[in-house]
């Protein structure tokens, strides 16, 4: 449509259909911890890692997988579902947050056909137990996550190692 609403010759494709597959976009920061947290990232618990500030386990990785599965589906984000005002939610695990938002999404008509998620820090190094993550998260999720790193090059609060982020991109199918 142009600027005063005639046609400009362009039709949408597959106007109306619900039946194709839609992609989601998340993304989640967390400061660290001031405490003794355990770093949970890629429902992978990091020994020797500090933790990551949050109301539930704070995972970046799987905390931006539910809002890139939340977004495709449009059913709202990580903190409309899970908010700080809701206590059953408080401490719970990455996994635990993926299967609740999974369990929504199948109850709404929709798979999941993949997530690919990027983590965004300083440390931990990922390239050693990148394999151990994506088997954790598939898990959760029951269909396949890749997870890949990257770093700042010290520039912003995460390259200062102040915390983490994760950006997460969601395919999801009509079932």
Excluded: K, Y
């Excluded at 990785?61 to 984000?77: E, P, R, V, W």
């Amino acid at each position: 449509m142009s600027a005063d609403g005639a046609s400009d010759g362009v039709v949408p494709i597959f106007q109306g259909s619900s039946d194709l597959p839609r992609v989601g976009i998340g993304t989640d920061v967390h400061p660290f911890a001031d405490d003794e947290r355990e770093l949970w990232l890629a429902c992978v618990s990091w020994d020797g890692e500090r933790g990551l500030a949050g109301h539930s386990d704070g995972d970046v990785a799987a905390h931006a997988a539910c809002d890139a599965l939340l977004s495709a589906a449009g059913q709202g984000d990580l903190g409309a579902v899970f908010g700080t005002d809701q206590e059953q939610w408080a401490g719970a695990s990455g996994a635990q947050l993926l299967g609740e938002v999974v369990r929504r999404l199948a109850a709404a008509g929709w798979g999941v056909g993949n997530i690919a998620v990027q983590i965004i820090g300083e440390r931990p190094r990922i390239s050693g137990r990148r394999a151990e993550m994506q088997s954790a998260m598939t898990a959760a999720v029951g269909a396949p996550v890749s997870v890949a790193a990257t770093t700042t090059d010290g520039l912003g609060f995460v390259g200062r190692g102040e915390g983490l982020a994760a950006i997460a991109t969601a395919l999801v199918l009509r079932r």
